[in-house]
């Protein structure tokens, strides 16, 4: 029977994978991933024997139909990215989204396990809304006005789901930042600041693969990089610093004029500094939480040390919930 699961994938420790989701990989046909090299070692290890295609942000239109042809005629797909969920920082959604159109059906292999997915805990009746968004290294580089098309898509695409009520909490994740940048640059704080104004929750950036300082802007956080974490694109980085940002949400249900509205009424965050890799002289993509006191105490003061160009910039990184 065709059908396209979903699968998230640990974050570091292979053995994370639940059963549901190796039986999920053992059942397709095939496995679509993001990066074949990092999803064979996956399979490697547990001895899983299954064909693999690629596909990513540059080859999705194209693979995208071959995977869909093979599911219409009774296949089965594993999707699957680099390290975690599909779909929110890779192309997957797409996939999802011609799958649905053509009637495919679609199953979310994954278990609740910070392994694989340690972003998301929601109370029961909540919706989530994430977004996200690819900003070219030109856009990155020049300023917001290169774009503001797209920055005023981003805003009224965030501002439709708020005032829909499509979802209690909405994060955006946005792909931005120059390469080796400690800082995010006046353009991703454009970009960041507009996305709350419009109605996020909460933005997360990555790509600089540096660790940036966090803004509290409006009451609201704005992560601009936690660094690489999981990164299969260089053995041995020369910054191997990254850390988890975890926060927790109270929201507050009323009722104006027959209308639900949810509203965040605190949210207080943590972080966890960590290494890239549990070995210090090589990258074995197992994100490890630093012990030392000067490691950790390095990555807060990295943060503090670049947040001078920040107006909102947070002026303490709590360790523990407060």
Known sequence: MPKLYVVATPIGNLNDLTPRMRQALEDANLIAAEDTRVTLKLLNHFGIKKPLVCYFEHNRAEMGEKVLSRLLAGESCALVTDAGMPAISDPGEDLVRQCAEAGVPVALASDFNPGSCPCLNLQLGMNLGCLKYRMTPEEVLTGVTLNAAAAIGMADKVGSIDRAKQA?????????????????????????????????????GHHSHRIN?????????IVYSVGNFSFAGNSKPDDMSTFIFQTRFRVKKT????????????????????????????????????????QIANVINTMLKNSGKLEYAVDDYPLDWE
């Open 255 to 294: 009722e104006e004029e027959g209308e639900e509205k949810t509203e965040v009424i605190d949210n207080t965050f943590r972080i966890i500094p960590c290494r890239i890799s549990s070995k210090s002289n090589e990258n074995d993509f197992a994100p490890t939480p630093y012990d030392n006191d000067l």
């Open 168 to 204: 209690d909490l909405v994060i955006c994740c946005f792909h931005w930042g120059a390469e080796k940048d400690y800082a995010p640059n006046e353009n991703q704080r454009k970009m960041g600041r507009l996305a709350i104004d419009s109605g996020a929750d909460l933005v997360i």
């Open 213 to 221: 300082p966090i803004e509290r802007y409006n009451g609201k956080y």
